[in-house]
């Protein structure tokens, strides 16, 4: 393995680590809401969310179960410049797609669910 792998695996590594803190976080609901529905609300939306702890909760887990899928990622790609192994890159893109859905279908449950 060059030093050039070595570098781009222990970033990877790094990048996944930081994922899998923030998705914990997360799921703890503990530190700064990462979710578009909280990041793009207006101040007044923001507020009443921060108001109601309960309301913030799916957003919480959506964050966390995206954040731990994007550090499977990161830590998929790292095994694949670690090794060579080319089924790998058939792992990530699955595990891609699998990311991609999931923030829909999520997305979508949450919207339908505050509806009612």
Known sequence: MSVGQIICCMIF????????VISALQFLEKGYLFNNAYL??????????DK??????????????AFMLVGLLFLIEAVHIAT???WMLAAFILAVIVTVVYAVVSSIRIERCQRK
């Open 13 to 20: 590594l790094s990048l996944s680590v930081g994922a899998f």
């Open 84 to 86: 060579g192994w080319i």
């Open 52 to 65: 109601n702890k309960e309301s913030k909760r799916p957003y919480y887990r959506q964050s966390g179960a």
């Open 40 to 49: 793009w609300a207006s101040p007044e939306e923001r507020e009443q969310m």
